[in-house]
């Protein structure tokens, strides 16, 4: 689904940087989502976002920092990257102008590699 | 919170065969369950739903059903073809308040045998 895009698509990066994730949605949705895959362990949220000025962390939010630039951005920072946070990382959006609970539309997901 | 578990983390069938996936959730304010397939190297996508409203939802060969009193759904897939092969995750949502979270459980990784 090429309406949500994420950037970079691969990343490796070394332990101690700071590194940013982006995402950028062009379906409309006010909800964004951060969500980090592992192996055997699926799907963990990380952050979410209403709105703009609605920011909330997940699960599995120490290590990590999001800005919500304008409705369609949303991104992730690693403030100082560390091996346990190489993973796969996936944005999502969904509308909460649809009967909720609704879909969620997930991005092509970035391979972040911390050496 | 919600707590939602999959089995089995693999599943392994002949092409024509049915494959089931299980979830079991804990939380009894759960009233949506959605599937999401995830084929190789591909973002999750959803494939089907099921509100607490209903018992059974079907869309070719790909059904729901939900057990409320149990806290379990499962999802079946009849006549399987090689492109079911993906990783499954079942998930769970509370319509509490405003927000809906979704909780996933951990996958199951569906392979067809042609």
């Known amino acids: 689904d090429a309406d949500v895009t994420q950037t970079p698509r691969n990343r490796i990066t070394k332990t101690g940087k700071r590194i940013m994730l982006e995402c950028s949605q062009t379906k409309g949705h006010d909800r964004m989502y951060w969500y980090r895959q592992d192996p055997g362990l699926g799907l963990r949220l990380i952050y979410y976002?209403?709105?703009?000025?609605?920011?909330n962390k997940g699960e599995i939010s120490d290590g990590y920092s999001v800005s919500r630039q304008a409705q369609a951005k949303f991104s992730l920072s690693l403030e100082s990257a560390i091996p346990n946070q190489t993973a796969l990382y996936f944005c999502a959006t969904s509308d909460s102008g649809t009967p909720p609970p609704a879909e969620q539309y997930f991005g092509p997901g970035t391979r972040l590699t911390v050496t | 919170g919600e707590n939602v578990e999959q089995h089995p983390s693999t599943l392994s069938v002949q092409e024509g065969d049915s494959a089931v996936i299980k979830c079991t959730y804990s939380d009894s304010a759960s009233n949506y369950f959605p599937w999401y397939k995830q084929e190789l190297g591909k973002r999750p996508q959803l494939i089907i739903d099921?509100?607490?409203?209903?018992g059974e939802k079907k869309d070719q060969r790909i059904a729901v059903t939900l057990n409320k009193t149990a806290k379990h759904f499962s999802l079946h897939i009849t006549e399987t073809q090689p492109e079911d092969s993906a990783v499954y995750f079942c998930a769970a949502t509370p319509n509490s308040g405003g927000y809906q979270k979704v909780t996933f459980g951990t996958g199951t990784k569906l392979q067809v045998i042609p």
């Open positions: 976002s209403f709105d703009v000025k609605d920011i």
């Open positions: 099921i509100r607490s409203n209903v």
